[in-house]
T-cell receptor, first 117, second 114 residues
C-alpha cells in the first residue's frame, strides 16, 4: 500500500517557539492532504484540508494563523505551529489521497507527538 | 452535518472468540462511504474495512466483516477468531462522496485477552 511519512516523529520545544511538521507521500502523488489532531485517548479531529498549489481550508475553530499549512508539491505538505504554547501539545497526524487509485483512499502518516514546555 | 457515534468506549474479548463493535451515523447524503480504522499502540492508523453505501452486500476482509444497515444507519464491525494483535482502538468513520473529509467516531478500545 501507499506510504506516508511524517517528520519529526517527536518534538519538544519551548513555549513561544515555532515548530514545523512535514508530511510526505513516498510512492504516490497526493493532490489533497489532511491534518488531524488527536488528544490522549480521544478521536481524530480534522484541522484542515491541504490542496497542492492552493490555500488550505481550515475547519471551524482552528486558528489559521496559529497552524500554518503549506502544500508546495504533490508529495509534501507542512504544518507549522507558530508561537507554540503548552495547550498546543498533542499528537498530529496527516493523511494523503492517492490520485492513482480508483477510489481515493486516505493513507495516514505515523503521527508527530508535540510537547510544548 | 454528519455525525458518527460509537457507544462502546471499551470492549473485551477472549482470544479466538468473536466480538462486535457498534457504530451509528447520521447523514442526509445519498452517496457515502463508511470505514473502520484500527489504531494500535503505535498510533498508526490502519484501514480495516470499508463499505460503499450503494452496495447492499456487506464488506468482508478475512476475519473482519461488517453489518451495514443503511435504513437504520448502522455499521457494526465483527471480528472473528480474535487475536492478541487485534488489541487496539477502533474508529468508525464516515465520508460523504461530495466532501472527501473523514468524520470519526469517538472510538472503541478493544482488549483481546489471552
Amino acid at each position: 500500500g501507499a506510504v506516508v511519512s511524517q517528520h519529526p516523529s517527536r518534538v519538544i520545544c519551548k513555549s513561544g517557539t515555532s515548530v514545523k511538521i512535514e508530511c510526505r507521500s513516498l510512492d504516490f502523488q497526493a493532490t489533497t492532504m489532511f491534518w488531524y489532531r488527536q488528544f490522549p485517548k480521544k478521536s481524530l479531529m480534522l484541522m484542515a484540508t491541504s490542496n497542492e498549489g492552493s490555500k488550505a481550508t481550515y475547519e471551524q475553530g482552528v486558528e489559521k494563523d496559529k497552524f500554518l499549512i503549506n502544500h508546495a508539491s504533490l508529495t509534501l505538505s507542512t504544518l507549522t505551529v507558530t508561537s507554540a504554547h503548552p495547550e498546543d501539545s498533542s499528537f498530529y497526524i496527516c493523511s494523503a489521497r492517492d490520485l492513482g487509485e480508483a477510489y481515493n483512499e486516505q493513507f495516514f502518516g505515523p503521527g508527530t507527538r508535540l510537547t510544548v514546555l | 452535518a454528519q455525525t458518527v457515534t460509537q457507544s462502546q468506549p471499551e470492549m473485551s474479548v477472549q482470544e479466538a472468540e468473536t466480538v462486535t463493535l457498534s457504530c451509528t451515523y447520521d447523514t442526509s447524503e445519498n452517496n457515502y462511504y463508511l470505514f473502520w480504522y484500527k489504531q494500535p499502540p503505535s498510533r498508526q492508523m490502519i484501514l480495516v474495512i470499508r463499505q460503499e453505501a450503494y452496495k447492499q452486500q456487506n464488506a468482508t476482509e478475512n476475519r473482519f466483516s461488517v453489518n451495514f444497515q443503511k435504513a437504520a444507519k448502522s455499521f457494526s464491525l465483527k471480528i472473528s477468531d480474535s487475536q492478541l494483535g487485534d488489541t487496539a482502538m477502533y474508529f468508525c468513520a464516515f465520508e460523504a462522496d461530495s466532501s472527501y473529509k473523514l468524520i470519526f467516531g469517538s472510538g472503541t478500545r478493544l482488549l483481546v485477552r489471552p
